[in-house]
């Protein structure tokens, strides 16, 4: 499964295509880097863990509505969150559904760095540092990115595996799911239409 591949066909099936993005992204000898310029919510925050090197605005802001929305956690966040950031701190981000700021996802090590919206644009700031890893001996950082991953690399392999069966076949299409989702939409009409009189 290629990532930028323009020529597939536009279609996502939630079970094995997430299964199988996670592996990708888990196994990926290049350096992977996140730009995170806002809000980021569900697979947008539990898939940081996966990536080398995370940058985000300082006014972003990360939540996680997993549990909201009749779902479970993904992206392997079962075991990255866990390990990055302690058993509590990883139960309000998933369980509590708790947003947690710029400042503090820095400091539960979700976030490489804060980078300012000052003079420069914030993705040129990330292209610069992507551009100057991209200046270091090629052979060299897959070594070193394979000996910094090789040992939770089975642990995140492992969690995918279980977070993507318990999704597909007991989480997606549940009962809980299917009520969530409804809410969430009735939620959103409310909100439209309260606009909407204003």
């Known amino acids: 499964m290629e990532l930028l591949d323009t020529q597939a066909p536009m279609s996502f099936a939630i079970g094995s295509d997430f ?13 992977l880097i996140a730009a995170v310029n806002g809000p980021a919510a569900g697979y947008g925050v539990s898939s940081l863990a996966l990536f080398d090197l995370v940058y985000c605005v300082p006014d972003a802001y990360f939540f996680t509505p997993f549990v909201k929305w009749g779902m479970a956690t993904e992206g392997a966040s079962s075991f990255s969150f866990t ?10 981000l998933c369980l509590a559904g708790d947003s947690i700021t710029a400042e503090e996802a820095e400091k539960l090590n979700l976030v490489t760095k804060i980078l300012p919206n000052g003079d420069k644009d914030f993705l040129s700031n990330v292209v610069e540092i992507a551009r100057r890893i991209s200046q ?3 052979g060299a950082l897959r070594t070193t990115k394979m000996l910094m991953k090789q040992p939770v690399l089975q642990d995140l392999l492992d969690a995918n595996d279980r977070e993507c069966a318990i999704i597909q076949k007991e989480r997606f299409g549940s009962e809980e799911f299917v009520e969530a989702i409804k809410q969430f939409k009735l939620e959103r009409e409310q909100k439209r239409q309260s606009r909407v009189k204003l």
């Open 83 to 92: 390990r990055l950031m302690g058993h509590q701190k990883a139960a309000a």
């Open 136 to 138: 270091s001996p090629p």
């Open 19 to 31: 299964h199988q993005l996670n592996k990708t992204l888990i196994s990926c000898e290049k350096i």
